[in-house]
DNA sequence: TATTGTTATACTCTATAACTATA
DNA sequence: TATAGTTATAGAGTATAACAATA
């Protein structure tokens, strides 16, 4: 009963997070009051840097792909069904350490968009083989180049070298 | 109405978190399957490994910390009043980056533990001086031992020099 | 019996609005 | 009027359990 609202409800929820990450750019290094209170043992954990640094990039993803209307997780399943057509649904939640009762939504929201489709497997007619649409690709294709336009924001936040020497550090977790 | 079950619901919440954090370690790497299955873009994107690494070193830090039941976000509200005794409420929030209606719920459980006391400020009656108690004393003392525990299994991880260079390229985001 | 996709539930975290008591 | 703390609500994300269809 409550999936009948569901459109809408997502609709104003984007609107939401949309006007949040305009707003709520570039107060990083916590620029509005307290920098003179110590952090202690927090200045010597990599967690927190690790939390800051991820709140601040998912907030500039999420703003320069918020014409497309396109989050990082959604981001990620489509450039993932793009290089590897007809994976099960399964197999792309293993693949990104998604829950496969929360890729059930992701796909309902993709595939109402025209973005994915689910078709049924040949071999197992438990399991889907997931594809993008034709729209899918051509709009995955305009996704890329707002996510690289994002990366390019990231380079000059942290330093171009910086974020190289990051990407080399964090390989092991992709 | 719902908060006389909190204590219960959370304890529950709490047993299940770590035992998710026991069982699920040692599998960052996607060990499961799929090491077949490229990432295309998704390889190039800081924001994908950076998720994927604080996932990792939140698992760990809750796993290391389980026995005395402190998570990420508590432990910094802890370090932060135990450094900085009679800080308004609003003041953690800001330097921390959390909700101000959030904090309210992280020190609610906290004084319930009596590691933390809110007292009646001098000068302003609206607000609070956070302080820790005796008790919140002696534990935070104890919880920084285990974060430090955790913070070796992190050089471990990534390696000691590459934590290091971590630190130093994200500590614009502290 | 085990697995795939699905539905439902619960808890965490983030964001917002509205209320109170002060300032 | 504005601010500190509080309460309530809604959405995203995460984790589980249970079910139907299929293997």
């Not at 305009?22 to 690790?50: E, F, K, M, P, Q």
Request: proline share 2%.
């Amino acid at each position: 009963m409550a999936t009948r609202q569901k459109t809408s409800r997502k609709a104003a929820a984007t609107a939401a997070a949309i006007r949040r990450a305009r707003t709520a750019n570039g107060r990083a290094h916590n620029s509005d009051a307290g920098d003179d209170i110590g952090l202690d043992a927090l200045i010597g954990h990599a967690g927190y840097a690790v939390r800051r640094f991820q709140l601040w990039i998912f907030q500039d993803f999420i703003k320069t792909l918020a014409t497309v209307d396109i989050r990082p997780t959604q981001y990620s399943v489509m450039t993932v069904i793009g290089a590897n057509p007809g994976l099960s649904q399964m197999a792309v939640a293993k693949r990104l350490g998604i829950e496969r009762a929360r890729l059930v939504h992701l796909l309902d929201s993709l595939e109402e968009r025209d973005f994915v489709s689910r078709i049924p497997s040949a071999t197992d007619r438990r399991s889907h083989a997931l594809h993008l649409t034709a729209r899918g690709k051509t709009a995955l294709a305009q996704f890329k180049r707002l996510a690289a336009e994002h990366e390019r924001h990231v380079a000059e936040k942290i330093g171009k070298d910086n974020r190289e020497q990051l990407l080399q550090i964090l390989a092991c977790f992709t």
